[in-house]
């Protein structure tokens, strides 16, 4: 990974942001080279997801959204990571993340019980910091798709089965970063919504999971054994889902998902 870290700075990819200042983990800043590469990406990708298909159209939505919008979409109250702390060196993890939730694997001291912590980050609109004022950062893009969900329908001639599609910045308060890249506190989404009529759901999520695969490896060039599919197990579901597939990508680090 070292050696990718500095390829990337030295030609221009990716900067870490604000480092002339020390920096912030978590946040990064793309060269004249990495903004070209996304580019490239996103553009290939709406191409094919919006431009090449007459079901689907797009969208971009705010990033920053009322507590009501996250409080119905349940972000508040489930939209939570487990954290544990050393009672030595302070250090925090996430418990999921460790093989052993009672040792640091830094100094070898005793960690604490796990806690909730929402990762979701939390800013004020208006001039007066209050409760009244409280807004917050999108750690996703679907809920900008699902408060647009009649307006698309009323301005366009859409009807189920049809997507939506966006693609834009979400942030999410991590606990811990790392791995250069891979998890950030701030990061950029390409998300298609798609909205189909009752009893055909599990069609249709298998058409998508097809579809999908094939953009990564015919599209984008990624290698067969490189990617794969990981079904969630039922105590991995997020509190809005009911089956989930994540794409996985062998990285130098084992296969995490994309």
């Not at 705010?62 to 050393?86: K, Q, R, T, Y």
């Not at 009323?154 to 189920?160: A, D, G, I």
């Not at 606990?175 to 989404?189: A, D, H, K, L, P």
């Not at 094939?214 to 009911?242: C, F, M, P, Q, V």
Request: net charge negative; proline share 5%.
């Amino acid at each position: 990974m070292d050696k990718i870290v500095s390829l990337a700075k030295r030609r221009g990819f990716v900067f870490g942001s604000s480092d002339i200042y020390g920096g912030v983990s978590g946040f990064w800043d793309y060269g004249p080279l990495g903004v070209e590469l996304r580019r490239n990406i996103k553009d290939a990708w709406w191409r094919v997801n919006v431009h090449n298909r007459d079901d689907v159209v797009g969208i971009d939505s705010s990033l920053i959204m009322p507590p009501a919008v996250w409080a119905a979409s349940g972000h508040l109250e489930n939209f939570n990571d487990p954290l544990v702390e050393c009672q030595s060196c302070k250090r925090r993890y996430r418990a999921d993340d460790l093989e052993d939730t009672s040792t640091c694997p830094n100094c070898g001291s005793q960690l604490s019980e796990p806690r909730q912590f929402n990762t979701m980050f939390k800013t004020y609109v208006g001039p007066v910091a209050d409760e009244a004022a409280v807004a917050y950062l999108r750690p996703e893009t679907a809920q900008g798709t699902f408060v647009n969900f009649r307006n698309v329908l009323s301005s366009t001639p859409m009807k189920l089965p049809f997507g939506i599609a966006q693609i834009g910045k979400s942030f999410r308060n991590e606990i811990t970063t790392g791995n250069f890249i891979f998890r950030s506190r701030e990061f950029e989404q390409m998300e298609l919504e798609f909205f189909v009529k009752p009893g055909t759901d599990d069609a249709w999520f298998d058409y998508w999971r097809e579809e999908r695969m094939r953009w990564w490896r015919e599209d984008l060039g990624i290698r067969a054994e490189n990617i794969r599919l990981r079904d969630h197990e039922k105590s991995e579901l997020s509190h809005y889902s009911t089956q989930t597939s994540d794409f996985e990508y062998r990285y130098p680090f084992g296969w995490k998902e994309l």
